[in-house]
């Protein structure tokens, strides 16, 4: 039996490895899906459902980019960005598809955040020690939040990698992601935990989320990626040896 720690390791090592090895690469897909958030983001009302959209697309491109080639950097950061959109020249609708599925899990999200009230005020109400019970409360709040929506990130991204890696239909790659709930529930736990820079940092100036997301982006979605190859024949023989 594979210890989560070493999997996780092995997983997070070929991520590494794979950055180290066509740096520039990933450096010019990070520099300008990031700068495009920005633009979008300042879109009023539609800016968020888009990025919110856009984001698993480029998921998508990191997951199937291939190893170091002699093509054109710009052909393949392009190849990375937009190539899932289209397949043999036509929509690729199964990647669109996974999109709106992960849409609909970020607003469902929104809405509870919403409902809950934990906004930027809530986060540094916490550090703004108060001595009474009002503190535990919001940070018990913050703390499950940040693990229901890690969770829903890591679940998105595993079901983005089945239909990008494996061409699931959006149904079959859902249902996969959530079995693997069921068969290596610490090693998706675990995982969940490389997204909380990004939701800390969404609580704090714009400054410091671009930065976030430009230093978990890449390295999270490859360590995905490895984590659900690693993962693909546990699941399909339904042995739980990683559980």
């Not at 590494?16 to 700068?35: E, F, H, K, N, R």
């Not at 856009?54 to 950097?73: C, D, F, H, K, N």
């Not at 990130?153 to 890696?165: E, H, P, R, S």
């Amino acid at each position: 039996m594979q210890s989560t720690t070493r999997a996780l390791s092995g997983w997070l090592e070929g991520a590494m490895g794979q950055i180290a090895g066509d740096w520039l690469l990933w450096l010019a897909v990070t520099v300008i899906y990031l700068a495009a958030c920005v633009v979008i983001a300042r879109l009023p009302f539609v800016g968020p459902v888009l990025i919110a959209l856009y984001t698993p697309i480029v998921i998508a491109g990191i997951l199937r980019a291939p190893a170091r080639t002699a093509e054109p950097l710009a052909g393949r950061v392009a190849a990375v960005l937009w190539g899932p959109l289209r397949t043999a020249g036509r929509p690729a609708w199964p990647t669109l598809f996974a999109a709106a599925y992960v849409l609909g899990a970020w607003m469902l999200t929104t809405v509870l955040e919403m409902f809950c009230n934990l906004d930027a005020l809530s986060f540094h109400a916490l550090f703004a020690y108060q001595g009474g019970v009002g503190d535990v409360f919001v940070g018990g709040e913050l703390l499950i939040f940040w693990m229901l929506r890690s969770a829903v990130a890591i679940t998105a991204m595993m079901f983005v990698a089945g239909v990008a890696l494996d061409g699931l239909s959006p149904q079959a790659a859902l249902e996969h992601a959530l079995r693997l709930w069921v068969r290596a529930r610490r090693l998706m736990l675990a995982m969940a935990v490389g997204v909380w820079p990004a939701l800390v940092a969404a609580y704090l100036p714009t400054e410091a989320l671009v930065l976030a997301a430009g230093l978990t982006l890449v390295p999270l979605v490859l360590l995905v990626g490895n984590g659900y190859r690693g993962l693909r024949d546990t699941v399909a023989q339904g042995v739980a040896t990683m559980a």
